[in-house]
């Protein structure tokens, strides 16, 4: 009897879900190197569920439409792109130990990210939020490509067997208004920097290893 009730105890302390909040903008490398690191954690756990939500972060809210000129933006921003290369050789090496291999000298519009996280957002209809995000992480940071250009999202979309109508449609003055609504709830919440992980009942700030994830995961999962 003891050993019966003992058993339920275990069990009903297993939670059957495991909710993520990954705080992100697809023009952060350091998210796409906690995208991955992530991916890696995961799968240490194939036997556990995941409730894995993407939500919609901009470290520049006041971005044109049309984005602008990297050099620009690395002038604005940090002064030219002199100044910036120690933080970028950084995060290429950081990347590199997580299997990624940055061409930032690619790049050459930083976008308004609006527009790619509509279409992540609109990626979780279609159980593809996880390889949409993979997607516009490398076209931006690998291939170099404006993930601001709709007709580039739309050929993402299509690779993914994400019909091009149902982009432009979600593609509303409403759920353009959900993306802002999500972006101030987070500045609200104190989050001044991305990527920022909600994992179970704890909250981790930056691209954390694998390993450090792992731990997270394993310790909300006790």
Known sequence: MLKDLLIIIRKSSVPELMKINIFADTI?????IGHANL???LKKFPNTKFDILHV???LN????NEGMAREKY???KFGGKDYAAPMYENMKLKAKESGINLNLDKIKKTPNTVLSHLLIILSEQFNLENEIKEKIYQS???DGLDI?????LIEIAKQNNIPEKEFKDFINEKNIELVNSKISDAREKNINGVPFFEI???FISGAQSSIQLENVIKANLN
Do not use: H, R, V
């Not at 952060?28 to 796409?32: I, S």
């Not at 601001?148 to 580039?152: E, M």
């Open 61 to 64: 809210p006041d971005m044109p």
């Open 28 to 32: 952060c490398g350091w998210c796409f």
């Open 39 to 41: 991916n890696k954690a």
């Open 74 to 76: 690395l002038e604005i």
């Open 140 to 142: 931006y940071f690998i």
């Open 148 to 152: 601001g250009n709709l007709d580039i």
């Open 56 to 58: 919609p972060y901009q």
């Open 200 to 202: 179970g009942k704890d």
